[in-house]
């Protein structure tokens, strides 16, 4: 997979999204707590290895 090229927003052109893995968020567990707009979402990872994310 080849680096997702980023510009600045000065430049007039969008950036590239932040890309990350799913194994530098999630916690041994497999889970990871986000905060949104005063509301609790819980990202996990399933048994078969699939991320679904909940309220």
């Not at 999204?17 to 567990?29: C, G, I, K, M, Y």
């Amino acid at each position: 997979m080849q680096p997702r090229k980023q510009y600045a927003a000065s430049e007039g052109t969008p950036s590239a999204p932040r890309e990350v893995t799913s194994q530098a968020l999630l916690d041994q567990n497999g889970q990871l707590i986000i905060l949104h707009e005063q509301r609790r979402y819980v990202l996990r990872r399933t048994k078969s290895g699939k991320l679904i994310l909940t309220a």
